[in-house]
């Protein structure tokens, strides 16, 4: 039959050429991505024989086995689960879907030195193309469960790989590895030892909950390089030859699955390897979560947090969601139904035991036990973070630095837990240059006085720390929270309040700070000032009545003439701006333009205003106050062209 030969994908090829060049310094976890793959089919083909959707297909003894020929130098990884069609073999095998690999790679270039990239390629992961770490020759034989003809495909790594169609493969996927000759000599690397091989199993894939069997080799191996021919395990097991391979198969895994062992049975090592084949992640998850429910409707889950977030966090198709057993059976991954979506980085499995094995994605929607399971596991992670707060504070950092926009997402859509989310969110602060805040410390540092916690949004902490908005609180040395999240506008609009404590923009409303007497004095003051003047704001309001609201004085103002902000219950322009950016028209709201009465070009303003009201002069300068205050927080004036004509126009009188 033909043999066509294909090239990798661009991606495909870069990520190659770093398994090759061996950039990653453990080998061994290659033979944990072989397995996990493999135990991955078996779970599908498993799962299509109870919906009856696998007709021909044998499910009689569903096995891993590793098969090793230390003449030949080959070691094989075998499988009869679901297998790959041709088509599957091509798009699975020579392309990468994963939507953040351009990302990564771009990150990788960036990182230069080995340490860095190991470090990124570990967050990766890079399944079967590990394989490449120890072989130099790579033939995977393949057949579809159920299918007649199968597919084998070779590569050496280098750009390009053949295909070709078999009539004689067994059901499955079979993948020959031809090992590079340099590990030959280095005991820690003879991917050929059956030592070495019950090493990596034990220490990796204990828990994979299908048989991983370590097969002789008929007597004859040398020379018979074919893969998958079907050397039937039992029977010529009686057959001790070939090398230093055990007669009988061997199963080298205790099968069990963590989550229904006893918590001291289990180490950390060997929960962070479940983590690893649950997530396709190379790294250590940050934190570890069990829950065991008892009663009517019972369930275990085993939770984790990752260490960094996924590329694709943010991306449309993102998978979220924990895998779902029942009784120890592999129902589906990636379950929407049991994790909120501002949880959607959380890794795991639940295994629960009253639900159908043909339980469908929409049923589980429904359901309410998986509700009940939903909520419980969303409080559970929430509440492991607050431990953590105080338990590991680093770690808690992490976790706030890698997940933090995506939690704070709850405080829009998951009312009942909203409390909890802002317990466990943090903050940028004008307190702190460097670490964030939370609430709890907020609240414990305000001012004799302070009734509400201030904030800012804005596109970057430098915008907001310039902003005329923050002069008074910065004078008085009030904390001011500095939001530059998009999803910051839209949440502190609908919190109402944390430890009875408002949320409070410095860009809304009125502003009084200080203690009672200092708000006694300074409303005396602001009482006098009003009078003063009174006929200059009555006019400009007036004046720039298509454009403000009003025009009063500000409390808020130090050093800069004018601002303008948002009356208390009104959106403010960069909310509005996010609405319309999600298709929603909203009215533009009307603001408020505040004046410093203590700034020269204000007082001067009023007094011109009460010796010639008629002057053009003045309504010039009306003008350009409001689009100097607009300018100042960063939005456009109201009409550049002629803000600039203005501008010159009095530029040149100074000249
Ligand atoms: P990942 O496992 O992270 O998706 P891999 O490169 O390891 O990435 O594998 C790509 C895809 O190839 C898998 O998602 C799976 O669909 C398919 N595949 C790999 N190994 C096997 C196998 N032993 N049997 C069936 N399909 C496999």
Redesign the pocket.
């Known amino acids: 039959m033909a043999t066509e030969t294909f090239e990798f994908q661009v991606e495909a090829r870069q990520l190659l050429q770093m398994m090759i060049h061996s950039i990653y310094s453990n080998k061994d976890v290659f033979l944990r ?2 397995i ?3 135990s ?2 078996l779970d ?1 083909l498993r799962l299509e024989a109870l919906r009856d959707d696998a007709p021909g297909a044998d499910v009689s003894d569903l096995h891993i086995a590793l098969e090793a020929d230390p003449r030949a130098r080959t070691l094989t990884v075998r ?1 009869n ?4 069609s041709r088509d ?1 073999v091509v798009e ?2 020579g392309t ?3 939507s953040g690999t351009a990302a990564f790679l771009r990150e990788l270039k960036e990182a230069g030195d080995g340490a860095a990239a190991e470090g990124l390629i570990g967050q990766f ?5 590990s394989s490449f770490m120890v072989a130099e020759e790579v033939t995977l034989l ?1 057949r579809r469960a159920g299918e007649k003809q199968g597919t084998r495909w070779t590569s050496s790594g280098e750009g390009t790989y053949t295909v070709e169609t078999v009539d004689d493969a067994p059901q ?2 079979s ?1 020959l590895l031809r090992l590079k000759p340099e590990d030959a000599e280095d005991q820690l690397h003879d991917y050929t030892s059956p030592w070495k091989l019950r090493e990596i199993v034990k220490r990796y894939s204990d828990f994979i909950t299908w048989p991983i069997r370590m097969v002789p080799r008929p007597a004859d191996s040398a020379g018979a390089g074919e893969t998958g021919e079907a050397a039937d395990d039992a029977e010529t097991a009686e057959d001790g030859e070939s090398g230093a391979a055990p007669a009988e198969p061997e199963t080298l895994n205790s099968m069990k699955a963590l989550w229904a062992r006893s918590r001291d049975e289990v180490t950390d090592d060997e929960y962070h390897e479940l983590y690893k084949h649950i997530s ?1 992640d190379w790294s250590d998850p940050l934190e570890t979560i069990r829950l065991q429910a008892e009663g009517t409707f019972e369930y275990q889950a085993l939770l984790f947090i990752p260490s960094h977030a996924p590329q694709d966090l943010f991306l449309q198709g993102y998978k979220r969601g924990v895998q779902l057993y029942v009784k120890r059976v592999f129902i589906m991954d990636d379950c929407e139904a049991l994790m909120p979506p501002y949880l959607r980085f959380v890794k795991g499995v639940v295994d629960a035991a009253d639900l159908s094995l043909n339980v469908s994605r929409e049923i589980l929607q429904q359901d309410r036990q998986i509700q009940l399971m939903h909520r419980r596991l969303a409080k559970k992670v929430l509440s492991t973070v607050k431990d953590m707060m105080s338990a590991h504070p680093e770690r808690y950092a992490t976790f706030w630095h890698e997940f933090g926009r995506v939690v704070k997402e709850g405080l829009l859509s998951d009312a009942e837990n909203r409390d909890a989310i802002l317990g466990v969110s943090s903050f940028a602060t004008t307190h702190d240059a460097e670490q964030p805040t939370t609430l709890a410390q907020y609240v414990e540092r305000m001012k004799e006085g302070q009734e509400h916690i201030y904030y800012l949004t804005g596109e970057s902490r430098q915008a907001i720390e310039n902003s005329p908005h923050m002069e008074a609180f910065r004078d008085r040395g009030v904390e001011v929270l500095l939001l530059t999240d998009p999803v910051d506008e839209v949440w502190v609009d609908t919190a109402p309040a944390f430890d009875g404590k408002e949320f409070r923009s410095v860009a809304k409303g009125d502003v009084d700070l200080g203690t009672k007497e200092e708000k006694e004095a300074a409303d005396t003051e602001r009482e006098k000032q009003r009078e003063e003047f009174a006929g200059v704001l009555a006019w400009m309001t007036e004046r720039l009545s298509d454009h403000v609201k009003e025009v009063r004085l500000s409390s808020r103002l130090t050093v800069s003439p004018a601002c303008v902000v948002s009356d208390t219950y009104d959106a403010t322009p960069a909310l509005e701006n996010l609405y319309r950016a999600m298709g929603q028209e909203i009215p533009r709201a009307k603001r408020i333009l505040e004046l410093n009465p203590k700034h020269p070009l204000v007082t001067a303003l009023n007094r011109t205003h009460g010796e010639r009201p008629d002057d053009p002069a003045l309504a010039e300068t009306a003008e350009l106050v409001h689009n100097l205050a607009l300018l100042a927080e960063g939005s456009e004036p109201t009409d550049p062209a002629r803000f600039v004509k203005l501008m010159s126009d009095r530029l040149e009188r100074t000249l």
């Open positions: 991505e072989l996990s793959n493999a991955d089919a599908k499988d689960g679901i297998g790959m599957e699975l095998i990468i879907a994963n992961g890079v399944g079967f193309y393949t499955g996927t993948i396709h």
